[in-house]
Nanobody
């Protein structure tokens, strides 16, 4: 049974950095798309970063491009999201997810294409 467990969330002042992690078990990490999604209060959940664990191809939402970096540790089946230059609007619950929808070597950014989800970790950015 697949399990994804996020950790590392917390409170940070604007301009700071934070790294969140997603430990995975119960499926073959290296054959899946992995994505970071976030959901702010009153808003829909959306993909902010994805990685094709097979070839390293990544996608980023424009809102985080240049500030966030998605990465993977294949030895430990763990996904990371390094978040720099945090902004107030980055405040949200962050979820990791695994799916198998590939398009031209990149991963889908649609929630429905992801099969396994973590429980989320809260990131709060204050001024």
């Amino acid at each position: 049974q697949a399990q994804l467990v996020e950790s590392g969330g917390g409170s940070m002042t604007a301009g700071g950095s934070l790294r969140i992690s997603c430990a995975t078990t119960g499926y073959t990490f290296g054959r899946y798309c992995m994505g970071w999604f976030r959901q702010a209060t009153g808003q829909e959940r959306k993909a902010i970063a994805t990685t094709n664990t097979r070839n390293g191809g990544t996608t980023y939402d424009d809102s985080v491009k240049g500030r966030f970096t998605i990465s993977q540790d294949d030895a430990n089946d763990t996904l990371y999201l390094q978040m720099n230059s945090l902004k107030l609007e980055d405040t949200a619950m962050y979820y990791c997810a695994a799916g198998r929808r590939f398009t031209a070597g990149l991963c889908s950014q649609e929630m429905g294409d992801y099969d396994y989800w973590g429980q989320g970790t809260q990131v709060t950015v204050s001024s």
